[in-house]
């Protein structure tokens, strides 16, 4: 029998490895074509007859998972609501396909939406009974970590350059940038301590783990001091301007690893959905793999958080200063939710959650403030917000129309001292900050704005290596 043959039967192809198995094993004890022919259909019409089988039970347990992840198109999609009015169509059909998904239950779209791989960026996906790595994302737990410092704001007055030297020497000192980036001397955190081995993928990522923590990466992410403004009084901080540090990073090596392991996994597990689905496979959470996924990812969230926390600390420990407030949150997850009287898991690929009471940083650009909001709680959004500014462009479109003479110019204007990053970065390139915000008011509270004044990014000769690369395109998530 060939392979043609076994679609006539309706096997599918994620099960036919174990149905050549089995025709050969039943050749080989002597059986003929027709008997063969009639074991393959028992075994399709109900294979949990057959689980007990030394010789079929493989074939039957691939038939039986084949079954509960088989596409089957729904005839209405669920139902997302849109925020913002600067969407890009791609990012919306994007939305609406994940909306078709047999798994969907609902979905929102923020308004610094723009196209991405599967899910948007920018979008909020909650499905029932799966996760979706690719709904995640490729930088789990990507995050914001905001530390407001007890030092003197240094950037105005006479003495403003000299002042900030002391930063600008923390920020090349105590920061490491681009792919593959990592420290000689390796950072210590107690999240190296926990049992890497207990999953499969994990179990060989410590060392990079261990050689990469504190870093940044490449990409959008940065390290930034500026200044605070808190209009009104906060229970842990009074009203007033302050030195702030600001932080954007994810999980690294690590986690980028364990994204394309089991993406890979999910698209095998689905080998039948449609070509604009193919990066929206999900994994069952009662699977093996849906349960190792889980366990990753979460791994993979507490070691981004340690990232920034190596980051913080290392900084303000070289500048002797202390930390009076933090604020971190992450925009690229999983959570197990309750939505609707049911239990969901809430993808935010991009996205801020913003539940009532839940504190976040929503940044802009190297040159436009970031927000430091407090959710509302809306059910509408899954109680989520924008994670940024949003991309209005390409990062190959942004080297095409924009040059380094007219990002100093913006930046000089917004009073800003750029140490290093990509023209990719151009805040010309992004969205209006304060129109995305406006378009969110119904989902957080602006508690306080932090204005960017010595940023640090990528160092611009390493993105060009990326661009050669035909590296993928991503916004500040």
């Known amino acids: 029998m060939k392979t043609q043959d076994l679609i006539a039967l309706g096997l599918p192809r994620s099960t036919h490895r174990h149905a050549f198995l089995l025709i050969k094993a039943l050749a080989e ?22 689980l007990g089988d030394i ?13 509960a992840t088989a596409f089957t198109p729904r005839t209405e999609a669920a139902s997302y ?16 396909v994940a909306c078709e998904l047999p798994v969907a239950a609902r979905g929102a779209l923020m308004p610094d939406a723009h196209q991405g791989y599967g899910l948007p960026i920018g979008g909020v996906l909650a499905v029932r009974g799966a996760v979706i790595p690719y709904a995640v994302g490729v930088d789990i737990a990507c995050r914001m970590c905001l530390s407001v410092l ?18 600008r020497a923390a920020l090349e000192g105590e920061t490491a940038f681009g792919t593959g980036a990592a420290f000689s001397t390796p950072r210590q955190h107690d999240v190296l301590d926990e049992d890497w081995s207990a999953n499969p993928v994990t179990r060989r990522l410590k060392d990079k783990a261990r050689s990469q923590l504190g870093s940044s990466g490449g990409g959008n992410h940065f390290v930034e001091f500026g200044e605070l403004i808190l ?87 070289r500048l002797g200063a202390q930390v009076l407030w933090r604020v971190e949150n992450h925009h690229n997850f999983a959570w197990l939710e309750e939505h609707d009287g049911e239990q969901l898991v809430v993808h935010r690929k991009g996205a801020t959650p913003a539940g009532e009471g839940d504190l976040g940083v929503i940044p802009g650009t190297m040159a436009d403030p970031a927000f430091i909001v407090r959710g509302k709680g809306d059910e509408s959004s899954l109680r989520s917000a924008s994670h940024g500014a949003g991309r209005r462009m390409s ?28 023209l990719d970065e151009a805040p010309m ?49």
Request: hydrophobic residues 35%.
């Open 29 to 50: 004890s002597g059986a003929g074509l027709a008997t063969i022919q009639t074991r393959l259909e028992a075994l399709r019409n109900r294979p949990e007859d057959h």
């Open 55 to 67: 010789a079929a039970g493989p074939l039957a347990k691939a038939l039986i998972e084949a079954r």
């Open 81 to 96: 609501r849109r925020w913002g009015s600067q969407i890009e169509d791609g990012a919306v059909r994007q939305m609406e």
């Open 150 to 167: 007890d030092l003197p704001l240094p950037f105005d007055g006479p003495k403003a350059a000299k002042k900030g030297e002391r930063l």
């Open 231 to 317: 209009a009104d009084d906060m229970p842990e901080l009074p009203a007033g301007r302050y030195l702030a540090l600001l932080s954007h990073s994810g999980s690294r090596g690590p986690g980028a690893t364990v994204a394309a392991h089991y993406s890979k996994l999910a698209a095998k597990r689905h080998p039948d959905l449609p070509k604009e689905m193919r990066h929206l496979a999900w994994l069952q959470l009662d699977s093996e793999a849906g349960a190792e996924y889980w366990q990753a990812m979460n791994l993979m969230g507490r070691y981004a958080s340690a990232n920034h926390d190596r980051i913080h600390h290392h900084i303000t420990e």
């Open 395 to 422: 990062r190959t479109e942004a080297h095409r129309r924009f040059t380094w003479q007219q990002t100093r110019d913006r930046l000089k204007e917004a009073k800003v001292e750029l140490l290093s990053a990509g």
């Open 429 to 477: 390139a992004y969205k209006a900050i304060r129109q995305v915000m406006a378009e969110q008011a119904d989902l957080v509270e602006v508690l306080g704005e932090f204005h960017p004044r010595l940023v640090k990014m990528a160092p611009a000769e390493r993105r060009k290596r990326r661009f050669r690369k035909k590296a993928k395109d991503r916004g500040r998530s």
